[in-house]
T-cell receptor, first 111, second 112 residues
């Protein structure tokens, strides 16, 4: 079955800097890759997603890139702000299967 | 607000007891998923229902069971509770079987 690894497990950046979180997956049949942001004690919220027929997607300060050959995808956050501090989860899903989540990355944006 | 509702928000109970968590999916969504998240841990998939039928099982204990009713709401039953069952339990819903999942606010369960 699918296995998703996520790095780093914790990440601290200065406000205004960029943050990059990388996920790798094992099942080449995976075709949908969402990213969720979870603030302390709150529900995971979808922030961006990408499908396997697209290499990159951007939404304001957030972008996701996908490398199907290498089986990895990354979340890029530019001009980080304190409210970006949260745990970020990536997921991969083979067609017709359930999401397999990565273990999460705790991002801290330091003022 | 994702449109997914969960009740109760908080639940405190004792070891050995049984509780029921309830989830109402977004309007029109047919799939319901249950996840367990222990303190500072990731999201552990428990079980999925699609249009009333069980579709997939994850790391769900035999003491736990779930069902999805004709009106598409779902209940997760946890029995013979242990201290280690204390966690946040999230429900998510999606329109179909492998589409974007939207999470509810969660139920925080504390077993004393």
């Amino acid at each position: 079955g699918e296995n998703v690894e996520q790095h780093p497990s914790t990440l601290s950046v200065q406000e205004g800097d960029s943050a990059v979180i990388k996920c790798t997956y094992s099942d080449s049949a995976s075709n949908y890759f969402p990213w969720y942001k979870q603030e302390l004690g709150k529900r995971p919220q979808l922030i961006i997603d990408i499908r396997s027929n697209v290499g990159e997607k951007k939404d304001q300060r957030i972008a996701v890139t996908l490398n199907k050959t290498a089986k990895h995808f990354s979340l890029h956050i530019t001009e980080t702000q304190p409210e970006d501090s949260a745990v970020y989860f990536c997921a991969a899903t083979p067609y017709g299967q359930n999401f397999v989540f990565g273990p999460g990355t705790r991002l801290s944006v330091l003022p | 607000d994702s449109g997914v509702t969960q009740t109760p928000k908080h639940l405190i109970t004792a070891t050995g007891q049984r509780v029921t968590l309830r989830c109402s999916p977004r309007s029109g969504d047919l799939s319901v998923y249950w996840y367990q998240q222990s303190l500072d841990q990731g999201l552990q998939f428990l079980i999925q229902y699609y249009n009333g039928e069980e579709r997939a099982k994850g790391n769900i204990l035999e003491r736990f069971s779930a069902q999805q009713f004709p009106d598409l709401h779902s209940e997760l039953n946890l029995s013979s509770l242990e201290l280690g069952d204390s966690a946040l339990y999230f429900c998510a819903s999606s329109p179909g079987r492998d589409e974007t999942q939207y999470f509810g606010p969660g139920t925080r369960l504390l077993v004393l």
